[in-house]
Protein backbone atom coordinates (compact mmCIF):
# COMPACT_ATOMS: atom_id res chain seq x y z
CA UNK A 1 0.00 0.00 0.00
CA UNK A 2 0.93 3.67 -0.56
CA UNK A 3 0.37 6.64 1.95
CA UNK A 4 -0.58 10.37 0.99
CA UNK A 5 -1.35 12.85 3.45
CA UNK A 6 -3.41 15.77 2.98
CA UNK A 7 -5.46 18.41 4.66
CA UNK A 8 -2.97 20.17 6.55
CA UNK A 9 -2.83 24.25 6.87
CA UNK A 10 -2.79 26.92 9.32
CA UNK A 11 -5.47 27.55 11.60
CA UNK A 12 -6.18 29.35 14.85
CA UNK A 13 -6.14 28.05 18.29
CA UNK A 14 -9.20 26.81 19.04
CA UNK A 15 -10.11 26.40 16.05
CA UNK A 16 -10.47 22.50 13.58
CA UNK A 17 -8.74 20.72 10.64
CA UNK A 18 -9.27 17.15 8.89
CA UNK A 19 -6.26 15.44 7.92
CA UNK A 20 -6.98 12.55 5.18
CA UNK A 21 -4.98 9.54 4.54
CA UNK A 22 -5.15 8.14 1.18
CA UNK A 23 -4.33 4.49 0.29
CA UNK A 24 -3.20 2.76 -3.09
CA UNK A 25 -3.29 -0.83 -3.19
CA UNK A 26 -5.48 -3.69 -2.37
CA UNK A 27 -6.99 -5.26 1.02
CA UNK A 28 -6.90 -1.95 3.02
CA UNK A 29 -9.12 -3.44 5.58
CA UNK A 30 -6.33 -5.31 6.62
CA UNK A 31 -4.20 -2.15 7.41
CA UNK A 32 -3.93 -0.88 10.79
CA UNK A 33 -3.46 3.19 10.10
CA UNK A 34 -1.79 5.44 12.44
CA UNK A 35 -1.03 9.43 12.48
CA UNK A 36 2.31 10.60 13.75
CA UNK A 37 3.53 14.21 14.25
CA UNK A 38 6.85 15.60 14.37
CA UNK A 39 7.40 19.31 15.76
CA UNK A 40 10.57 21.09 14.84
CA UNK A 41 13.20 19.89 16.87
CA UNK A 42 11.39 17.39 18.58
CA UNK A 43 11.13 13.57 18.22
CA UNK A 44 8.33 12.02 15.91
CA UNK A 45 5.28 11.14 18.38
CA UNK A 46 2.13 9.05 18.24
CA UNK A 47 -0.90 10.41 17.59
CA UNK A 48 -3.33 7.79 16.81
CA UNK A 49 -3.90 4.79 15.53
CA UNK A 50 -7.09 2.46 14.09
CA UNK A 51 -6.50 -1.50 13.63
CA UNK A 52 -7.89 -3.66 10.69
CA UNK A 53 -10.95 -5.37 11.06
CA UNK A 54 -13.11 -3.90 14.08
CA UNK A 55 -11.28 -0.71 13.82
CA UNK A 56 -10.28 -0.62 17.36
CA UNK A 57 -9.02 3.05 17.96
CA UNK A 58 -5.68 4.11 20.05
CA UNK A 59 -4.26 7.88 20.98
CA UNK A 60 -1.29 9.48 22.38
CA UNK A 61 -1.78 11.12 25.94
CA UNK A 62 -1.72 14.26 25.03
CA UNK A 63 -4.70 14.23 22.92
CA UNK A 64 -7.45 13.87 25.87
CA UNK A 65 -10.68 14.04 23.17
CA UNK A 66 -9.80 16.18 21.19
CA UNK A 67 -8.97 14.12 17.82
CA UNK A 68 -11.06 11.61 16.72
CA UNK A 69 -9.65 8.62 13.86
CA UNK A 70 -11.56 7.22 12.00
CA UNK A 71 -11.61 5.31 8.54
CA UNK A 72 -13.58 4.70 5.46
CA UNK A 73 -13.06 1.37 3.47
CA UNK A 74 -14.24 1.14 0.76
CA UNK A 75 -12.75 4.64 -0.07
CA UNK A 76 -9.31 3.35 1.05
CA UNK A 77 -9.16 6.62 3.71
CA UNK A 78 -8.43 7.44 7.11
CA UNK A 79 -9.03 10.35 8.90
CA UNK A 80 -8.06 12.92 11.86
CA UNK A 81 -10.60 15.17 12.92
CA UNK A 82 -8.52 17.21 15.20
CA UNK A 83 -10.66 19.61 17.42
CA UNK A 84 -9.98 22.53 19.97
CA UNK A 85 -6.28 22.90 18.50
CA UNK A 86 -3.44 24.19 20.32
CA UNK A 87 -0.42 25.74 19.60
CA UNK A 88 1.42 22.73 20.50
CA UNK A 89 -0.37 21.19 17.93
CA UNK A 90 2.22 22.75 15.80
CA UNK A 91 3.77 19.90 13.83
CA UNK A 92 4.25 17.73 10.38
CA UNK A 93 1.49 15.04 10.48
CA UNK A 94 2.46 11.74 9.17
CA UNK A 95 0.15 8.58 8.38
CA UNK A 96 1.40 5.12 8.35
CA UNK A 97 0.18 1.61 7.92
CA UNK A 98 1.42 -1.87 8.55
CA UNK A 99 -1.04 -5.38 7.61
CA UNK A 100 -2.91 -6.30 9.99
CA UNK A 101 -1.09 -5.65 13.84
CA UNK A 102 -1.74 -7.91 16.72
CA UNK A 103 0.29 -5.57 19.00
CA UNK A 104 -1.96 -4.53 21.68
CA UNK A 105 -1.42 -1.02 21.27
CA UNK A 106 0.51 -0.04 18.36
CA UNK A 107 2.03 3.11 19.36
CA UNK A 108 5.67 2.97 17.88
CA UNK A 109 7.11 4.63 14.73
CA UNK A 110 8.75 1.08 14.29
CA UNK A 111 5.23 -1.31 14.63
CA UNK A 112 4.91 0.88 10.71
CA UNK A 113 6.25 0.16 7.45
CA UNK A 114 4.91 2.39 5.32
CA UNK A 115 4.71 6.06 5.41
CA UNK A 116 2.99 9.02 3.52
CA UNK A 117 4.80 12.14 2.79
CA UNK A 118 3.64 14.30 5.70
CA UNK A 119 1.24 17.34 5.93
CA UNK A 120 1.94 20.43 7.79
CA UNK A 121 -0.37 21.73 10.36
CA UNK A 122 0.20 25.26 11.85
CA UNK A 123 -1.80 26.62 15.01
CA UNK A 124 -1.18 30.36 15.49
CA UNK A 125 -2.44 31.72 19.19
Known amino acids: VQLQASGGGLVQAGGSRRLSCSAS????????VAWFRQAPGKAREFVSA????????YYGDFVKGRFTISRDNDKKMVYLQMDSLKSEDTAIYYC???????????????????WGQGTLVTVSS
Open 25 to 32: GRAFNSYT
Open 96 to 114: ASTVKMDKAVPAMAADYDT
Open 50 to 57: IKYGVGTT
